[in-house]
């Protein structure tokens, strides 16, 4: 091998593997391969370790790179490269500080010399005996010989390199002689060599175990590469497989198809045949009809008494036969489909048939009886001629629902597409409705139907609570509210200084509020946050506790003169009524600050509850004989319940108090003058009310809605909680 040859070797063993030019300041990392500082610095560290970039191995690193040590091999070769002639840095002499080119090296002193250096060595009488070479008659042995000559000394206090000669047992590190001399003196040391020969057989050593390694994952890899050429010739013949079966099924289709073609083509035959006799028959009635109308208009067009007189006899017989003829009546070809068994493609069959009204059927609740804002069902089911179910994309089913007024309700069709049907409508008003169906144009037998729409019921299940200061009884109750949380019901038991908690079956849990920092004065009203904490007003002040009866925050809020009750958004925000002022005002979620307040137009009266519910602010006005609708801006909207002289008739109010909403979404007012509740739409028109169960003693004040859609009311004048189902 030629010196330049070799000198391509080495610069390839010497190229960074990142940048994939001549190392710049190698740096080794603990794997052992080795890069350009700079080209470290751009690989990112996660918590001091770095992933190599040739063996993917993630390595320790510290905290600076420049710590990294340093390969000599590397930096003995950065120190031949430049010998090879035609490289781009030309090596400089070692020995004058000018730094002149290097034109020869002395393999004794492992320096490269100037031309004037170089005469210098060979004039000294130490030196003059050195073997040394001229750098352009340099030699490929002659190269690896400097590869592998002896290794100077780094410590720059040395006037001359210094041969690493010895290696340190203590420090762990090769010195020269004056190394050993100055900072060595007593550490145990032996000859650099004899210390590398001691670590070669270790790594000889290692490289022994190493080496059956090798030839066994060598092993796996050509086992790999086999079982990766086994998979691929068995991906080919399975490619081949598909493409042979995918053709004998399409040669298989092509013959289903032509077969199915024909029949449709029979099918097609059959009704252009049976459409052309029709349309011929039209044809010929219309010709028939029309000759006989000119017929008699040419006569009266004549107006000659005679013709009108001999002809108006057989004209008129001809004419009522003509109108006695059975209509004609359209032709109407069959459905024609093409149905796909599951079992494949090539096994589906042409379907020829028709859907029969007078077989469809319709059945459900929906059809018989329902009850005012409750959302009731039917069930649709399409029959064909042969009595089965039966659906096509372009068949029209046409529902109407009309309520006692005349007016069409929206509805709902939930089309399955098999020949099913759900239809679904919401009654707004009660009376007798009408429900029409019927499929392209024919009426479904038993069409139309009659459906009784009745109002709410309800009915009382059971009361709790009784006059008395013990735990479960009740001293002036005026506020009651649910947890959406738990279901729990929480009462302001206003005399008796408490709120006491009870399960959704009535069954007394605890009571709270009468001792220590949350003692309260006179609770007036009570409600549930939607995190489960019972929100208590207590005059201007409002309470905040667990469930458990823990205070966890009370506020006195100076917005407030004379508040009357407290509710809940959906938003947290407290909705508060103030006799004060005769306003609403919306406080923060912690009540201490007021985000809004605002009155009834044109009203003198004072607000008793309020609610938030779909936007709307429902807001009751004892005095005013109404509940008044705002919106959550504060804009009034519209009343409910207006004056009437007939104080008792249905949605009219006479004292409205406590309100709430259902599950349905409808709106239940206190009517206390009328010792009733009475239900609404959020829009304000009477669905029902609930009084025949009620003494006449009773007084309505406070009422919630448990999850399960039972209705909670305090009768304030019996001290008692009823439950209506």
């Known amino acids: 091998m030629d010196a330049q040859e070799l000198f391509k070797q080495l610069q390839k063993e010497a190229e960074c593997p990142v940048c994939l030019e001549t190392v710049d300041n190698p740096k080794t990392l603990p794997c052992l391969h080795s890069f350009c500082l700079n080209c470290l610095k751009k690989i990112p560290v996660e918590e001091e370790m770095m992933e190599c970039p040739v063996c993917r191995t993630s390595v320790l690193i510290p905290e600076t790179l420049i710590d990294l040590p340093t390969s000599f091999h590397l930096n003995r070769l950065l120190d031949i490269l430049p010998l090879r002639g035609n490289g781009t840095e030309a090596q400089r002499c070692g ?173 097609h035959d059959i009704q252009q045949r049976d459409h052309s006799t029709q349309l011929e028959n039209f044809q010929l009635l219309v010709t028939q009809l029309n000759s006989f109308v000119e017929f008699g208009e040419a006569v009266i067009e004549r107006n000659l008494s005679e013709e009108i007189l001999h002809t108006q006899s057989s004209y008129g017989k001809q004419g009522e036969a003509f109108l006695n003829l059975k209509k004609m009546e359209l032709y109407d070809p069959q459905h024609v489909d093409y149905a796909v068994t599951s079992q494949g493609l090539i096994q589906g069959h042409v379907i020829v048939k028709h859907a029969d009204a007078s077989k469809s059927v319709a059945e459900g609740k929906g059809l018989v009886r329902t009850s005012v804002d409750t959302e009731t069902n039917f069930k649709v089911t399409i029959i064909d001629e042969e009595g089965k179910q039966y659906y096509h994309k372009d068949d029209q089913m046409t529902v109407n629902v009309v309520d006692p007024q005349g007016s069409l309700l929206n509805k709902n069709i939930e089309d399955y597409k098999d020949g099913k049907y759900m239809v679904a409508y919401t009654p707004q008003s009660v009376g007798m409705h009408t429900v029409s169906i019927d499929i392209n144009g024919k009426a479904l037998a038993g069409s139309p139907w009659k459906v009784k729409v009745m109002p709410h019921h309800h009915r009382l299940l059971f009361k709790f609570g009784t006059s008395g200061r013990m735990r479960g009884q009740f001293d002036w109750p005026v506020s009651i509210a649910v947890s959406k949380r738990t279901g729990n019901i929480a009462v302001a038991d206003s005399d008796n200084r408490r709120i006491q908690l009870f399960n959704s ?46 205070l966890i925050s009370s506020t006195v809020n100076e917005h407030l003169i004379n508040p009357s009750s407290l509710s809940v958004g959906s938003d947290n925000h407290l909705i508060v009524c103030d006799k004060g002022d005769k306003k609403i005002k919306v406080l923060s979620t912690d009540g201490t600050e007021l985000l809004r307040s605002f009155s009834a137009p044109d009203c003198g009266t004072s607000p008793e509850f309020a609610i938030c519910h779909q936007n709307k602010i429902f807001v009751s006005y004892f005095e005013a004989n109404c509940v008044k609708v705002f919106s959550v801006e504060g804009q009034f909207a519209f009343n409910i319940g207006n004056i009437s002289k007939l104080i008792d008739r249905d949605g009219v109010l006479n004292g409205p108090l406590g309100l709430s909403v259902d599950k349905d979404g409808n709106l239940i007012v206190c009517d206390f003058h009328n010792r009733r509740l009475q239900l609404f739409t959020p829009d304000g028109l009477f669905i029902s009310k609930i009084e025949q169960q009620l003494r006449q003693s009773v007084g309505p004040y406070s009422v919630a809605v448990l999850n399960d859609n039972r209705v909670l009311m305090i009768d304030i004048l019996g001290h008692s909680i009823h439950v209506f189902q």
Do not use: W
């Open 95 to 267: 020995i004058c500080e000018e730094m002149h080119t290097a034109t020869c090296y002395c393999f004794v002193c492992v320096r490269f010399m100037c031309t004037a250096c170089f005469d210098s060595h060979q004039r000294t009488n130490g030196t003059r005996g050195h073997r040394n070479v001229l750098i352009e008659n340099l030699q490929a042995p002659q190269v690896l010989e400097s590869i592998r000559a002896p290794t100077c000394c780094l410590q720059k206090c040395h006037e001359l390199k210094e041969p690493l000669k010895y290696y340190c047992q203590q420090c762990k590190v090769c010195i020269c002689q004056k190394c050993c001399e100055a900072d060595h003196d007593r550490h145990a040391m032996i000859g650099i060599h004899e210390a590398a020969n001691k670590d070669k057989v270790q790594m000889r050593s290692v490289i022994n175990k190493l080496k059956p390694l090798v030839v066994l994952y060598e092993s796996k890899m050509n086992k790999q590469v086999q079982l990766m050429e086994r998979s691929r010739e068995e991906n080919a013949a399975a490619r081949k497989k598909v493409t042979e079966t995918v053709e004998e099924v399409i040669r298989g289709l092509r013959e289903h198809e032509t077969t199915i073609h024909a029949k449709l083509d029979e099918i």
């Open 505 to 550: 079956n009535g069954r007394y849990l605890r009571d709270f509020g009468q001792t220590g920092a949350e003692k309260l004065n006179k609770p007036k009203s009570v409600a549930f946050t939607s995190f489960g904490d019972v929100t208590v007003l207590d005059s201007n002040k409002i309470f905040v506790f667990s469930e458990t009866g823990n």
